[in-house]
Nanobody, 125 residues
Framework: VQLQASGGGLVQAGASLRVSCAGP????????VGWFRQAPGKEREFVAS????????NYADSVKGRFTISRENDKNQVNLRMNSLKPEDTAVYYC???????????????????WGKGTQVTVSS
């Protein structure tokens, strides 16, 4: 499945930003989605995931309480709302998807077979 991440930008520490992952048409509602990020020189790391049914979510400890993942099936997209951003949140954010994927499966990058191109999020101090 072809994915498109959008919504990144440059913000100051403490600000909020929303990134979105758009999928192709109404079938996207049957995909679990995971957000990962990759900073320069670092491995791609898990951020948040949501199962295809939308009822279960999963978050990395580093973003728990600050980030919220949600589905907008009528718009064929999954959003990641990021509050209280920190400079260490700076990275390229990627979304990945698996048909009928669970939140647990979407928290492991090796289990993902479709990735979007990524969107840059930069948080200045």
């Amino acid at each position: 499945v072809q994915l498109q991440a959008s919504g990144g930008g440059l913000v100051q520490a403490g600000a909020s930003l929303r990134v979105s992952c758009a999928g192709p048409g109404s079938t996207f509602s049957s995909y679990g989605v995971g957000w990962f990020r990759q900073a320069p020189g670092k491995e791609r790391e898990f951020v948040a995931s949501i199962g295809w049914s939308g009822g279960i979510t999963n978050y990395a400890d580093s973003v728990k309480g600050r980030f919220t993942i949600s589905r907008e099936n009528d718009k064929n997209q999954v959003n990641l709302r990021m509050n209280s951003l920190k400079p260490e949140d700076t990275a390229v954010y990627y979304c990945g998807a698996v048909r009928f994927g669970t939140a647990q499966r979407l928290s492991v990058k090796d289990g993902i077979n479709s990735w979007g191109k990524g969107t840059q999020v930069t948080v200045s101090s």
